[in-house]
């Protein structure tokens, strides 16, 4: 597969003391899928020195991967020892198109007090011209000569299939809470809703696929000892729905989801004079679950297993 992307980006800032305007836009040309401009505006109003609002708007295209574009599965089937046919699962599909995104947010931030900081962040993202797989497509027999089975699976864009995506962002921060082991706080929490109009099918379902409805991660950082310093990331995801949901009847399928996780990672380290020791771990209580979308289905944890528990160390010499 060969295919070229050349593009520009252009920003132009206008700012004081109160208000900063951003406003540009990218221009790419696609060997496969011609030219495309997006446009991006944004806005900072400072409503007092402690409180601020934002918003912004863009347009984007993400284009089809080389696994939905080229995606192929044959299957031979054999009887005797002997093929006599073959199976197709999956055919290609150079025809696909990018998927374009809408997408609106407005912001505000506060500061409580010079150590606690807080940012709450609304925003809504459209998607129209979904790529999703479907079943059941009719085999040319003049290209699959030695096909077994006369329908597959393939990807396609539906243009009356969209999926919008809503939600709120909330950022909590907190900086020398107690200062003699200087201990800070991060707290991010997404919450995300959404509607999706399936493709094929056109059924709507209340929820955007592949997608948690809650993301969560807390971060401390402190130093309860001269020179000793810790870092700690708790990490949270609830269930999310696979992404192969064709209709109303699959979405209500329990097994059309995957669960959630909860995992920490842990970073110590300890200076002695030009020497520093690190030790680093992720996935502290060794936890098993799966990436979102591997390949849309309900067996991510099969597919796309994350990182078990793993170990680091090291030795810095400065001279």
């Not at 696994?67 to 999956?90: C, F, H, K, L, R």
Request: with cysteine; glycine share 8%; aromatic share 14%.
């Amino acid at each position: 597969m060969t295919y070229t992307n050349i593009g520009g980006f252009a920003q132009i800032t206008y700012s004081n003391e109160k208000f900063t305007f951003i406003t540009g836009g990218r221009f790419d040309n696609h060997s496969n899928y011609g030219s495309s401009f997006n446009p991006r505006i944004a806005g900072l109003f400072n409503v007092t020195d402690k409180i601020s609002l934002r918003g912004s708007f863009n347009t984007a295209f993400k284009a089809p991967s080389p696994y939905q574009i080229y995606n192929s599965v044959a299957i031979p089937v054999e009887e005797n020892g002997i093929i006599v046919g073959v199976d197709y699962w999956g055919i290609p599909n150079t025809n696909l198109k990018p998927e374009e995104l809408t997408s609106y947010e407005f912001g505000i931030r506060g500061i409580i007090t010079p150590q606690i900081s807080v940012e709450v962040v609304g925003f809504r993202n459209q998607i129209k011209g979904l790529i999703s797989s479907i079943q059941g497509v009719k085999l040319d027999s003049n290209i699959y000569c030695t096909l077994r089975d006369t329908f597959a699976g393939t990807f396609v864009n539906d243009n009356n299939a969209i999926s919008t995506l809503y939600g709120l962002d909330f950022i909590l921060n907190f900086r020398e809470i107690v200062k003699p082991i200087h201990l800070n706080a991060n707290l991010y929490v997404s919450y995300f809703k959404g509607e999706e109009t399936l493709p094929v099918s056109g059924d709507v379902i209340d929820v955007c696929r592949s997608m948690p409805q809650i993301l969560a991660k807390f971060r401390i950082n402190f130093t309860p000892i001269r020179n000793f310093y810790v870092s700690i990331d708790n990490i949270y995801s609830s269930e999310w729905y696979v992404r192969n949901i064709s209709n109303q009847i699959e979405y209500k399928n329990p097994l059309k989801k995957n669960d959630g996780f909860y995992t920490m990672d842990l970073v110590l380290t300890y200076k002695i004079k030009n020497l520093s020791l690190l030790l680093k771990i992720n996935n502290v209580f060794d936890k098993l679950y799966g990436g979102i979308e591997a390949y849309g289905g309900s067996a991510d944890m099969k597919y796309n297993p994350q990182t078990r528990r793993v170990v680091y160390g090291g030795i810095t010499i400065n001279f």
